[in-house]
């Protein structure tokens, strides 16, 4: 296994105060959680600094997360008290029902006011969670970058909702040491942390210990393997003859299976996978 990734960009240490600094100023918080990965994309951090707001969980890219468990993870979450929502942000799925429980939640706010406020909300969560994604929808333009790797958000800014909301936007946030390898592990497979600082073809090779062991049956049908191998390595070697990633003299391509198995997890070519179980 891969260990000691350690991933903490200087802004993210700035993200951590600037969420500290405008807590106050939210009613509301809106965590962004990978459906796939929910507890190694669930950041202790945030869990710390937002305790005490109200929150909503949005499992994003449910799309390629297993239903099954995703239904499971809801649930879970749920009884911690938390609102949750599954959604694919890039199509837009379940903006609707978000808006109507911000609505619910905003009625609920001002119910003894005489002056009707604004409701205020913080989108928070690690790198490459789909949050800029989310904000684009609620915005109903592109008000926020987005992008399929880590650290597109530099800086905090206030964005006006379809609705006459408001919310505030952050950078990712990830914390510092990774206390459980398999968290940063999960964080990599899934693009969380940037490529260039990992060792591909090892990574690769992990990701097709964890499929081979879960989901050998997608596995074995998305890449015409006759069986599962007894080590990830043989299943890598076996992908990589059938994919033909072959260098000269017949000699595996670790490099390219390692990157195409990556790049056709992450975009559910491979079918619906969670990687962890509530």
Known sequence: ????I??????????????????????AVIEVIDARIPVSSRNPIIDELVKGKPRIIVLNKSDLADEKACELWAESFRSQGNRVLAMNCMSGA???????????????????????????????????????????????????????????????????????????DTPGILWPKFEDPQAGMNLAFCGSIKDEILDI???????????????????????KLDEIAETPLENMENM?????????????????????????????????ITLERP
């Not at 200087?10 to 600094?21: D, N, P, S, W």
């Not at 987005?146 to 408001?166: A, F, H, I, Y």
């Not at 490099?255 to 559910?268: C, M, N, S, T, Y």
């Open 1 to 4: 296994m891969i260990e000691n």
């Open 6 to 27: 350690n991933w903490y960009p200087g802004h993210m240490k700035k993200t951590r105060e600037l969420i500290q600094q405008n807590l106050k100023m939210v009613d």
């Open 94 to 168: 379940g903006v609707k029902e978000l808006f109507k429980l911000l609505s619910r939640m905003e009625a609920e706010k001002n119910k003894d006011r005489t002056m009707q406020k604004a409701y205020r909300l913080m989108i928070v969560g690690v790198p490459n969670v789909g949050k800029s994604s989310l904000i684009n929808r609620m915005t109903g333009k592109k008000s926020a970058q987005t992008g399929d790797r880590p650290g597109v958000t530099k800086g905090k800014q206030w964005l006006k909702l379809s609705n006459g909301m408001q919310l505030l």
């Open 201 to 223: 073809p090892t990574l690769g090779m992990e990701l097709i210990g964890v499929l081979a062991e879960r989901y050998p049956e997608l596995l074995m049908q998305r890449y």
């Open 240 to 272: 990589a003859m059938k994919r033909g990633c072959i260098l000269p003299g017949k000699r595996i391509d670790y490099e390219r299976i390692g990157k195409l198995v990556l790049d056709e997890f992450r975009g559910g070519k491979i079918g619906r």
